[in-house]
C-alpha cells in the first residue's frame, strides 16, 4: 500500500537554477480531452489512481466513487505547454490544471493555446498563521502533563476514558517538516509520508536543502494532535493513523507553494484519508473580496476534497490585528471546518481572524485553545514549549473529530462537521468571532441528529465477512449483529452503481447467506449492508 501510495503520478520538479526573469502560474485547461465515445473507459482507467480505501469513504458519504475531476490532466494538453520551454512544477486533476514557471513572453505564447482557458498567478507568499513561541508553563493533569487544559477545554480527557483514541480513522496533516524523531512523536501509526518540495518522502529536515526551521511549525502542530509522552503531552487523535505531507517551504519568500497544497490534499484523497488538518492559509494575489470559497485555488481545492467525503480542518488565520483583518483562505471554503482560538480562560484569542467571508457566511466555523498551547519543541527530541496560534488550535479540533468519528462510524463527514457545530458553546448564537464556539468533545460524540435514526457507532458485535474474498461463483456473507432488524444487502461497483439491492430479515446473532456473483466482471466491489440500526461495508474482489 504505501508503495503504491508513493507512486501516485504527480510532478514534481525543483528548479536547480535562477528564474529570476520568471513567475509562478496556474494554467487551467477546458476539458479533460477525452475521445468521444471512451468516457466510460476513461473513469475505469482513473479509478486505478484511488485506492480501495478511498473509494470506501466516498461510498460510505454518499458521494460519486469516481468522478469528472477524478480523471488525470489530458497529457497532449501537457506536452504543449511543455513544448514552449516552460517548467511544469505540478499537475493538479481536480483543478484540471498544472502550475509553471515562466516567462511573461511564454506565458503570452500559453495564451494562444486553444487548450487553455484561464492562466493565473499564484500566492508568492503564504499568510501562514504563523505562531509565536513563549516559554512560561503551567503544571497540570499528571497524565497529560502540561498539555491538560487545551483537551480538557474540549472535553478530550472524557472521550479518551472512553477508550477513543482515533483508531481506525486516517489522518492526514499538510505543513512544514517533522521531527518524528522526537520522544511525542516517535512510534505513532504513520501510513505514508511524501515531501512535495523536493518529491521524496523524507518529512524531517534534509541537510543543505531545509532551514533548521523547517520541522519546527508542524512538529509542534502534530503534537498537539497526536503527540504521546506521559506526564508530558497527550494529542487527542494518539491512535489515529497518520499520513504526512511536507507541503511547506520555508527558506524562501514564496513560503508554501499553492501548488504543494493542491498535490497534497489530493494525495491525502488517494489514500483514503477522513480528515485532513492544515494550518496554511494564502492572501497575496487575492483581495478580500475573493475570500468567498469559491476563487481561491486552495479554496477550490479543499472543495473538491469535502466533495469526496473528507472532513477538511483548516486554520481561520491570525489576522485581528492586521491589515487584513479578516479570514484566510481556504478558511473560507463552505462545508469545512475553518478553526478560531480562545486562551485556557476561554477569551478570544487576541489574533484570531475575524469573519464573516466575502459573501456573508459566518467563520469561523468553531474553536479551540490557540494561546499558549503545550507543544513538541522540534529543536530538541525531548523538550517542549507553549505556542500560539490558530496554526495550534486546528490540529487539536482535527484530533476532536477523529475522536467522534471513531465514536460515530456509520456517521458520514458531514454529520460529524454538523455534530461538532451543534454541541460547540454558542451554537445558538454564532458570531464571527468564535463562529458556533469552543468544541464540546463529548456532547459532538453523543449528538443525536433530531427526525432521524442516530446510525451511531456499530457495537462491537457487529460483523460483516464475505467469502472467498477474492470469489468466483457464490460470495458467503456472515452477518452478526446484536439486535433483530430489516434492512438491505446492496452491492455496488467501483463507480458507485447499485448492482445487487435484496430485502433482509436479520436476526441478533450470526446469519448467513449466500450470493451469486459469476454474472459479473472481475473487479473490486463494495458489500454492504444497510440495516434500520446501522450499516457496515466491506470490499469484495471478484477473480475469474
Same mark, same amino acid.
Given at each position: 500500500?504505501?508503495?503504491?501510495?508513493?507512486?501516485?503520478?504527480?510532478?514534481?520538479?525543483?528548479?536547480?537554477?535562477?528564474?529570476?526573469?520568471?513567475?509562478?502560474?496556474?494554467?487551467?485547461?477546458?476539458?479533460?480531452?477525452?475521445?468521444?465515445?471512451?468516457?466510460?473507459?476513461?473513469?475505469?482507467?482513473a479509478q486505478e489512481l484511488i485506492s480501495v480505501r478511498s473509494i470506501a469513504r466516498r461510498l460510505h458519504n454518499g458521494?460519486?466513487?469516481?468522478?469528472?475531476?477524478?480523471?488525470?490532466?489530458?497529457?497532449?494538453?501537457?506536452?504543449?505547454?511543455?513544448?514552449?520551454?516552460?517548467q511544469i512544477r505540478t499537475q493538479s486533476k481536480w483543478l484540471n490544471a498544472v502550475s509553471i514557471e515562466a516567462t511573461p513572453t511564454q506565458i503570452e505564447l500559453i495564451r494562444t493555446l486553444p487548450v487553455v482557458r484561464e492562466?493565473?498567478?499564484?500566492?508568492?507568499? #503564504? %499568510? &501562514?498563521?504563523?505562531?509565536?513561541?513563549?516559554?512560561?508553563?503551567?503544571?497540570?493533569?499528571?497524565?497529560?502533563?502540561?498539555?491538560? !487544559?487545551?483537551?480538557?477545554?474540549?472535553?478530550?480527557?472524557?472521550?479518551?476514558?472512553?477508550?477513543?483514541?482515533?483508531?481506525?480513522?486516517? #489522518? %492526514? &496533516?499538510?505543513?512544514?517538516?517533522?521531527?518524528?524523531?522526537?520522544?511525542?512523536?516517535?512510534?505513532?501509526?504513520?501510513?505514508?509520508? !511524501?515531501?512535495?518540495?523536493f518529491g521524496d518522502s523524507i518529512v524531517h529536515n534534509e541537510p543543505g536543502l531545509d532551514s533548521a526551521e523547517q520541522h519546527w511549525h508542524a512538529t509542534a502542530c502534530l503534537s498537539a494532535m497526536a503527540g504521546v509522552d506521559s506526564n508530558n503531552i497527550i494529542g487527542p487523535a494518539f491512535g489515529a493513523q497518520l499520513m504526512l505531507a511536507k507541503t511547506e517551504y520555508v527558506p524562501t519568500e514564496t513560503s508554501v507553494e499553492e501548488d504543494y497544497y493542491v498535490a497534497g490534499?489530493?494525495?491525502?484523497?488517494?489514500?483514503?484519508?477522513?480528515i485532513t488538518s492544515s494550518s496554511l492559509g494564502y492572501i497575496d494575489w487575492y483581495t478580500q473580496d475573493q475570500m468567498d470559497g469559491r476563487t481561491t485555488v486552495v479554496a477550490q481545492a479543499v472543495t473538491e476534497a469535502q466533495r469526496r467525503g473528507i472532513l477538511v480542518v483548516t486554520a481561520q488565520g491570525n489576522e485581528r490585528n492586521s491589515a487584513w483583518n479578516t479570514v484566510i483562505s481556504p478558511a473560507d471554503a463552505d462545508s469545512i471546518l475553518a478553526i478560531g482560538g480562545v486562551d485556557s480562560f476561554l477569551v478570544l484569542s487576541s489574533f484570531s481572524s475575524p469573519g464573516p467571508t466575502a459573501d456573508g457566511r459566518i467563520k469561523?466555523?468553531?474553536?479551540?485553545?490557540?494561546?499558549?498551547?503545550?507543544?513538541?519543541?522540534?529543536?530538541?527530541?525531548?523538550?517542549y514549549s507553549r505556542v500560539s496560534g490558530t496554526s495550534l488550535a486546528t490540529p487539536i479540533a482535527a484530533g476532536v473529530a477523529a475522536l467522534v468519528m471513531e465514536a460515530n462510524p456509520e456517521w458520514t463527514a458531514q454529520q460529524v462537521r454538523q455534530a461538532m457545530l451543534a454541541t460547540a458553546s454558542q451554537a445558538e448564537t454564532p458570531d464571527?468571532?468564535?463562529?458556533?464556539?469552543?468544541?464540546?468533545?463529548?456532547?459532538?460524540?453523543?449528538?443525536?441528529?433530531?427526525?432521524?435514526?442516530?446510525?451511531?457507532?456499530?457495537p462491537q458485535s457487529m460483523s460483516l465477512i464475505a467469502y472467498p474474498n477474492p470469489v468466483n461463483g457464490y460470495v458467503t456473507i456472515s452477518l452478526n449483529l446484536d439486535r433483530a432488524q430489516t434492512g438491505k444487502l446492496l452491492m455496488?461497483?467501483?463507480?458507485?452503481?447499485?448492482?445487487?439491492?435484496?430485502?433482509?430479515?436479520v436476526n441478533i446473532g450470526a446469519n448467513s447467506f449466500s450470493l451469486p456473483v459469476d454474472q459479473f466482471s472481475s473487479g473490486k466491489y463494495f458489500l454492504k449492508f444497510d440495516?434500520?440500526?446501522?450499516?457496515?461495508?466491506?470490499?469484495?474482489?471478484i477473480l475469474k
Open positions: 500500500m504505501i508503495r503504491w501510495i508513493l507512486g501516485l503520478t504527480f510532478v514534481l520538479a525543483i528548479a536547480t537554477t535562477s528564474f529570476a526573469d520568471t513567475s509562478r502560474y496556474w494554467v487551467f485547461f477546458n476539458d479533460k480531452g477525452i475521445v468521444p465515445g471512451q468516457e466510460q473507459r476513461t473513469l475505469d482507467n458521494v460519486a466513487i469516481i468522478q469528472y475531476s477524478d480523471i488525470p490532466v489530458n497529457m497532449q494538453y501537457v506536452d504543449q505547454v511543455q513544448r514552449l520551454g516552460i492562466i493565473r498567478p499564484f500566492s508568492r507568499k #503564504l %499568510c &501562514i498563521d504563523q505562531p509565536t513561541r513563549s516559554e512560561h508553563s503551567a503544571v497540570d493533569s499528571a497524565e497529560y502533563g502540561n498539555s491538560f !487544559r487545551q483537551n480538557e477545554i474540549c472535553r478530550i480527557p472524557e472521550l479518551h476514558e472512553r477508550g477513543l483514541s482515533g483508531n481506525g480513522v486516517l #489522518l %492526514c &496533516i499538510l505543513d512544514t517538516g517533522f521531527r518524528t524523531e522526537h520522544q511525542a512523536l516517535d512510534g505513532l501509526n504513520y501510513l505514508a509520508m !511524501r515531501d512535495f518540495i490534499m489530493e494525495w491525502a484523497d488517494s489514500a483514503g484519508a477522513d469561523p466555523d468553531c474553536a479551540a485553545q490557540a494561546t499558549d498551547v503545550w507543544s513538541a519543541n522540534a529543536f530538541t527530541t525531548d523538550q464571527n468571532d468564535l463562529g458556533y464556539g469552543v468544541l464540546d468533545g463529548v456532547a459532538a460524540a453523543d449528538y443525536v441528529f433530531s427526525g432521524v435514526s442516530p446510525r451511531g457507532s456499530v455496488y461497483d467501483l463507480l458507485g452503481r447499485q448492482i445487487v439491492s435484496l430485502d433482509k430479515q440495516g434500520a440500526e446501522e450499516s457496515i461495508t466491506v470490499p469484495l474482489v
